[in-house]
Every structure is written in structure tokens, then in C-alpha cells.
């Protein structure tokens, strides 16, 4: 039994708060079990050690004293009394005497299921004859609960419970809609001193810092915290944790692929008194978010959206314009990016109309305003799906990254801009997050759209007044790309161009051929890897196959962390001046990480894994670093020199940690070099007691 002397008073000698018994029954003893953290609406046990002849319980009459914030006040709801009554009522704060004996008072106590989350004050009213005394009980702190039915975050669910609540390891989907990669992610919201940082964040806001009083009274709603916390993930507007960064040079921060979990990202903004840790991209900001969510104990999950549309004017449209040799112009501030990562939080919406409780999107990478404020949502994704962008908060947004239609042009460098295609189902595909109970895919989609060229499509588009674009006629020439998968980092990459001729003549045509290097975020950079042009006679009703091959010598000095190459074909009818345009985006694969258990994990004694590594590159590699993180495995990181790794050099290494937490826990390996960035393996390892 855990025992807290608060110093010894006139009244009350000591106060038993029963961290551990209390917190196990909380689902909070990950974070810790030597101070009371409790769940709201739900019932917890201290006993109260009086001095002696201090408490009469004929003429004495108890009253117990809840409050939170600088300036806490009943009129607020900052400051509760309730004296002790017959029975419990779940629907506000109440006490009820357990037994008294020898001046030992035990107490059965239930917090409000509408609380304010936080630091908690208990305070002892004395009420005598004669005298009101006070006495401090202690200190205690108050967090969301998903497990009582009135609390507005509630989810009757436990698997998904707990994946979505104490599931401290996860996955956040990557790559492109093609060849979806999973990378492993460290939540390590219980690691027991990010509680305290998590409520830092929220004590650093603007609003906090303009009106603290305000800010503590508006702490029981999940829509005001949510939006907190997706303002204060990036530091655009803020002292908020994430400096967001796409282009080199990284060399004053961690370049965002090198993060393996969100615990050294929330240290860091902690240690260095709250300045931007350097530097996060869409996914860091989404886990990071994600991480002080669930510790504050609402069911959250990270979310991926394929073919992601970034809509600046509102327009529901993005334009892409090429030249005639099938390069980006990149004059749009509209983009699509291959994927793009934001968080779904579980929630009522009462400050709504019925039926957008659920699901609600939020969106912590800084891209548009929302009412002045660098974030987004919460938007109910019932509300996105059904095209009612009436709702709050940042629907019409978020409903154009899953259903904005795209146009293509191209823009010759004599003559007007020609529109060369369209496409209404480009955008918002196979939108991911991880499976509960499991480290697989679960697709979404269907969440967000209804089926392509359905009735409820239409009516949703109809709904958010979206103007479709007008029915397109039927190409007589078409081009496509086929690049057969998987495609090996190192190997060369074998493409087809299948160019159609639908029409009843012969067509000479000039096949434009490009590769360059792409980033997720969609610009180019007009980095060409490689440019092939053909003419080519396509007979009438046939179609036509041009192969071609991209060696590594080509494109191994273009890659980044994300191993994205755009392809495009643009073909050109001598004759008519007719013509057709594709693009497709390739992820490459890195080599693999293998990692193996050396005998059984056992909870605080030393457990040993091997790690594998094989150099399939035509190249050395030179300047190898392995990076070790598991939430219960290792406190912070572990990182591990390798030197040079020949081609087909395949390098083992025995690395030891001792596991501090039993249960299901991942480890996640990161190898850096100076060829390769960030390639990520892990492993789940069952940690005995």
C-alpha cells in the first residue's frame, strides 16, 4: 500500500491516497503508482489519519474541497465542495464514508464525468461548533475517461480501448497509394514523465496565457482541449513543440524521418523551456498529437490519406500544369501529396446537430488558418463523408483533401494553356490507420466517401455545392504507365508506356518520357533523373508498348527518405496536335532490418536481440548508425555505430537493454548512413513479469 505523508497538520496527521490500488483501477499505473491519477466519473478510495480527538463525528460535519488552476472558484466550476453523502452520484462529485474506527475515516469518492482534466487540489473542511478549519489533503491529477458512459469521450468498445487509449506502440502508413509501407512508431504516452509535459502544452497556449481562469474552465471539453492541442503540436502561431520543415538543409535540427517516436520530441520541447523542436513533417505532427491525446485519455488514431489534396483557394479543384516536354511547372499553389498523415479523436459533439458524434478529424500540421490559428478540426467525419461543410470545425478542407477533382494542363511555351485531362477519383484513396489488436492495414475510405459514382456520392457532392466538372469526351488517344512492383532500392526499374489508338487512322505520334525525383508533398523540384523521347506509329484500334529502364546509377543519387520517383508520358499526334498525359509515382524498398529475441524477455533483467542488416545496393555504405526505442524497453535511445558495409555484406549485431514494463512492447530499429536514410524495422516483444 502506497502511503504520502502531506505533512503533518493540526487536524490530520497523514492521508492515504492508495496510488496503486487507485490506479490500477484507473488504467493508470503505466504512468505511475506513487501519485493518485484518476479517470473522471469514476470512483476512487483515500483514507484520512486524524489526530487524536481531531475528528468528531457527532458535532463535526466534513466537507471536501475539489479545485484546479491559479484562481479556482465555485462560479467557474474551478472550485467543488461536496460534503459526504449517503451514496455515490456518478454525475457529479461525491464522497461517502466507508468506515471509521480509531480515528481512521476511509472514503469511497467519484470525480464529475464532466471534470476539468488536471492538477487537482483536495482540501479537508472541518466544520465544528465553534470553527471552519482547513486542512490539505494533497495533490492529484484528473484525465478523460473513455470507460464511463457519461463522460463525452466514451467508446464502448474494449478492444478498441485499448488500441486506441493504452496501446503505447503503433503504426503510421507511408509511401504511396501504390506500395503502402508501414513504419513503426513509439507513442510512450505512459512513460511517466510525459503526463506532466502533455499538461505543460496545454498550460503554454495562447489562451492559457492571455486568461488562465478562462482556459481551466473550458478544460472539461474535448472539442476545446483537441483544438488545444492541434495548435499547440506545431509553433506556428505558439511556444508549440514542432518547428515543420520540407526542404534541406536539416543540419540544425533531426531531419522528421530520423523521429522514431514522439517521447524524445516532447522531452526536448520540455528540457530546452519549451522552444520548437526542429524539425516535424505531416506524420511526426500527427504522432506527436496523437501521444498527448491518449494521455489525456481520449481514444485517438493515426490517420493516412493517399493521393492527399491540398486545396488553397477553396475551389475543390487542383490544377496541375506541365510543359510540353511533361515537366512540372510547379506554378500552383494547389498540390496533391502522396499521403499525408492527420489523427481521428473519439468524441460526442454536443455543441452540433445530432449525428456527428464519432470519429472527429484533427489535423496538427500547419497549413491553413483556422479562425487565425494554425490548426484543424475537430471536423465529425460523418459530417466530411456526407459533404456538410456547414459543420465545425474546417469540414470544406478536409473535405477537398479526400474529394477535390484534378485538372491537367499543358502549357506550351508558345500558345494558350491546354486542358489535357481530368480526373474525379484521383484524390482521397485507400485512407489508412492501423488495425486494432494488430500491426496490419485497416482501410477507412469508406468512412470518408461513398463509392464512386454512386447515388449518396452524388448527393453529397451536391450537398457541399461542389461543381462537377462537365462530362468528358472519349479519348481516341491514351497513354498509361505500368511499372511492375515491387521495386527494389539498388535494382534497376523496368516501365512500360502503353500508348491506345482508338481511332479509326494510323497515328504518328512523339513519345515525352520523364523521371525525376519527387517529394511526398508533391514538388519535383524539377530534378530530372532521366528524359527519353520516341516517335512511334500506333495502327488503328491497337495498342502500342514502349519499354524503358531506370538504372540505380541514374536515380540512386535523387532519392530522400521517402524513395519517390514521378514518371510521366506525354504523347503528341503529329498530325492533329491531339494529345493524352499520365503520371504515376513509384516507391522504392529499402533493404530489410531483421531483429531476433536472444531467449525470453523478463521484466527488469537484461534480454539481448540480434540485428541483421544486408548492403543490397550496388554501393558501400559508409558511416552506419543503428537507433534503438521502446516504450518499456529502453529509457530514451540507444545508438550504435556500424562503419562501412560492403555491396552483399550482410552485418549482425547483439545489442542488451533491460525491459522496465511487462506486457506487449515494440522495439523499433532506425539505420542511418550515408546512402540510405531512415530505414526503419521492428519488432513486438511479449515482456514477462
Not at 512540372?328 to 446537430?353: K, P, Y
Request: contains cysteine.
Amino acid at each position: 500500500m502506497a502511503s504520502t505523508d502531506f505533512g503533518a497538520g493540526r487536524i490530520v496527521s497523514y492521508v492515504d491516497f492508495h496510488c496503486g490500488k487507485n490506479n490500477r483501477a484507473h488504467r493508470t499505473t503505466e504512468i505511475s503508482t506513487k501519485r493518485l491519477i484518476i479517470r473522471r466519473g469514476q470512483t476512487f478510495h483515500i483514507t484520512i489519519h486524524f489526530n487524536k480527538n481531531q475528528y468528531d463525528t457527532d458535532n463535526d460535519r466534513l466537507i471536501l474541497v475539489a479545485q484546479t488552476g491559479p484562481e479556482p472558484s465555485e462560479t467557474s466550476g474551478t472550485k467543488i465542495l461536496f460534503p459526504l453523502t449517503d451514496s455515490i452520484n456518478k454525475r457529479r462529485w461525491s464522497a461517502v464514508s466507508s468506515s471509521f474506527s480509531r480515528g481512521k475515516l476511509s472514503l469511497e469518492m467519484s470525480s464529475s464525468p464532466n471534470a476539468k482534466i488536471g492538477h487537482h487540489v483536495l482540501i479537508l473542511q472541518k466544520l465544528s461548533l465553534s470553527q471552519t478549519e482547513n486542512c490539505h489533503l494533497g495533490e492529484f491529477v484528473v484525465l478523460f475517461n473513455p470507460w464511463c458512459p457519461e463522460d463525452e469521450v466514451y467508446l464502448n468498445d474494449e478492444e478498441k480501448l485499448k488500441e486506441y487509449v493504452l496501446n503505447e506502440q503503433g503504426i503510421v502508413f507511408t509511401g504511396c497509394a501504390d506500395y503502402i509501407q508501414g513504419v513503426p512508431w513509439n507513442f510512450g504516452q505512459f512513460e511517466e514523465d510525459i503526463l506532466d509535459i502533455c499538461l505543460k502544452l496545454l498550460d503554454n497556449s495562447p489562451k492559457h496565457l492571455k486568461n488562465p481562469a478562462k482556459d481551466y474552465m473550458r478544460r472539461f471539453d474535448p472539442v476545446y482541449i483537441c483544438r488545444t492541442v492541434s495548435a499547440m503540436v506545431n509553433c506556428n502561431d505558439d511556444n508549440g513543440i514542432l518547428f515543420g520543415k520540407w526542404d534541406d538543409p536539416y543540419t540544425d535540427g533531426v531531419y522528421p524521418g530520423k523521429w522514431n517516436g514522439s517521447v524524445a520530441i516532447l522531452r526536448q520541447w520540455n528540457n530546452n523551456n519549451y522552444q520548437p523542436v526542429c524539425y516535424g513533417q505531416c506524420w511526426v505532427f500527427a504522432a506527436v498529437a496523437c501521444t498527448v491525446l491518449r494521455c489525456l485519455g481520449i481514444p485517438t488514431r493515426v490517420v493516412t490519406n493517399f493521393e492527399s489534396a491540398h486545396d488553397t483557394n477553396g475551389n475543390l479543384t487542383i490544377d496541375n500544369e506541365y510543359d510540353d516536354e511533361g515537366m512540372d511547372l510547379e506554378r500552383s499553389t494547389d498540390s496533391i501529396w502522396n499521403f499525408h498523415v492527420w489523427i481521428e479523436s473519439w468524441m460526442a459533439r454536443f455543441d452540433l446537430r445530432r449525428g456527428n458524434d464519432g470519429w472527429q478529424v484533427l489535423d496538427p500540421t500547419p497549413q491553413e488558418k483556422s479562425e487565425g490559428v494554425y490548426c484543424c478540426g475537430p471536423a465529425p467525419v460523418k459530417a466530411i463523408k456526407e459533404g456538410e461543410i456547414d459543420m465545425r470545425y474546417d469540414v470544406p478542407f478536409i473535405y477537398a483533401e479526400v474529394n477535390a477533382d484534378c485538372v491537367t494542363w499543358m502549357c506550351p511555351e508558345k500558345g494558350k494553356r491546354i486542358k489535357i485531362d481530368s480526373d474525379t477519383k484521383h484524390v482521397g484513396q485507400k485512407i489508412s490507420t492501423k488495425c486494432v489488436g494488430s500491426d496490419e492495414r485497416e482501410d477507412i475510405t469508406d468512412n470518408y466517401k461513398h463509392p464512386e459514382g454512386s447515388s449518396l456520392e452524388r448527393y453529397a457532392f451536391k450537398t457541399a455545392d461542389k461543381r462537377r466538372l462537365p462530362q468528358k469526351p472519349k479519348k481516341q488517344l491514351d497513354v498509361y504507365l505500368k511499372a511492375d512492383g515491387p521495386n527494389y532500392n539498388g535494382a534497376n526499374i523496368k516501365v512500360s508506356a502503353i500508348i491506345s489508338n482508338k481511332n479509326s487512322m494510323t497515328k504518328n505520334c512523339t513519345l515525352k518520357f520523364c523521371a525525376m525525383k519527387k517529394k511526398y508533398n508533391s514538388r519535383s523540384k524539377r530534378k530530372f533523373i532521366k528524359k527519353y523521347q520516341e516517335e512511334i506509329t500506333i495502327r488503328p484500334g491497337e495498342d502500342t508498348t514502349v519499354e524503358l529502364e531506370l538504372t540505380y546509377a541514374e536515380y540512386g543519387e535523387c532519392l530522400d527518405k521517402y524513395n519517390l520517383i514521378r514518371l510521366t508520358a506525354l504523347i503528341i499526334d503529329g498530325k492533329t496536335k491531339e494529345s493524352a498525359f499520365t503520371l504515376k509515382d513509384i516507391s522504392l524498398i529499402n533493404p530489410n532490418i531483421k531483429i531476433q529475441v536472444l531467449g525470453t524477455a523478463v521484466m527488469s533483467k537484461k534480454l539481448t536481440v540480434r540485428i541483421n542488416f544486408e548492403n543490397l545496393l550496388p554501393v558501400e555504405l559508409n558511416n552506419g548508425v543503428f537507433t534503438l526505442e521502446g516504450a518499456g524497453l529502453i529509457d530514451g535511445q540507444m545508438e550504435i555505430g556500424i562503419g562501412k558495409i560492403n555491396p552483399g555484406e550482410v552485418i549482425a549485431k547483439e545489442i542488451s537493454f533491460i525491459p522496465s514494463k511487462r506486457g506487449l512492447k515494440k522495439l523499433t530499429v532506425d539505420f542511418d548512413c550515408d546512402k540510405l536514410k531512415d530505414v526503419k524495422g521492428y519488432l513486438n516483444i511479449d515482456v514477462q513479469e
